[in-house]
């Protein structure tokens, strides 16, 4: 079946403006998770979902991030006003349980502001 | 503080060699326990998890790895390695709702 999709693939934004990424989880999964991660280093959490409900945004950097999984499938996080330090590749992922249960990610997004 | 580490930042081994990659955490309960892989470019795919039960677990690819509650350890193991295992691993453990990963191993593969 489908996995976990993301897009775009490779976004270049100018320092100062807004990006919208994009996450399809795998159908029927209830969680979806949003991960940043920096050259070299493992993912870093992000913000949590189940179903519509955003349960956990405590790993967001910043008031410029937002995400937001209005019908409980599809999920966009978006980043305002972005910064060079926000350069990273930025993963999705779908779970049919909680934080805790194995989670099935997306080939990523990566960003570049320049 | 929770925390999860793999002390390995990169290890190479020679094609048809042995491996193992250490991941080691600090947490007050027994967690979940969860070995990823990652390619270039591509997103992390699951190897094998522990939740309970028999502390040798079998994954996919021939990995596995081995629950110590006593060492406080879970290390991924391979037999003979493949040039195809070249990657990254992270491992992952998770515990009341929360799930942190290592920092990564890059495992390179000399023919």
């Known amino acids: 079946g489908a996995g976990v999709s993301q897009s775009p693939r490779y976004k270049v934004a100018k320092r100062g403006q807004d990006v919208a990424l994009r996450c399809d989880p795998i159908s029927g999964h209830v969680s979806l998770f949003w991960y940043q991660q920096a050259l070299g280093q493992g993912p870093e959490f992000l913000t949590y979902f189940q179903n519509e409900a955003q349960l956990d945004k405590s790993g967001l950097p910043s008031d410029r991030f937002f995400a937001e999984r209005p019908e409980g499938s599809v999920s966009t996080l978006k980043i305002q006003r972005t910064q060079q330090e926000d350069s990273a590749v930025y993963l999705c992922?779908?779970?049919?349980?909680?934080?805790?249960?194995?989670?099935?990610f997306g080939p990523g997004t990566r960003l570049t502001v320049t | 503080a929770q925390s999860v580490t793999q002390p390995d930042i990169h290890i190479t081994v020679s094609e048809g060699a042995s491996l193992e990659l250490r991941c080691n955490y600090s947490y007050g309960a027994t967690p979940y326990l969860f070995w990823y892989v990652q390619s270039p470019g591509q997103g992390l795919q699951l190897l094998l998890k522990?939740?309970?039960?028999?502390?040798l677990v079998q994954g996919i690819k021939g990995f596995e790895a081995e629950f110590k509650r006593s060492q406080s350890s879970f290390n991924l193991r391979k037999p003979s390695v493949h040039w195809s295992d070249a990657a990254e691993y992270f491992c992952?453990?998770?515990?009341?709702?929360?799930?942190?990963f290592g920092a990564g191993t890059r495992l390179t593969v000399k023919p």
């Open positions: 992922a779908s779970s049919l349980g909680g934080r805790t249960h194995e989670q099935y």
């Open positions: 522990y939740f309970s039960g028999d502390t």
């Open positions: 992952a453990v998770a515990l009341n709702n929360d799930m942190r």
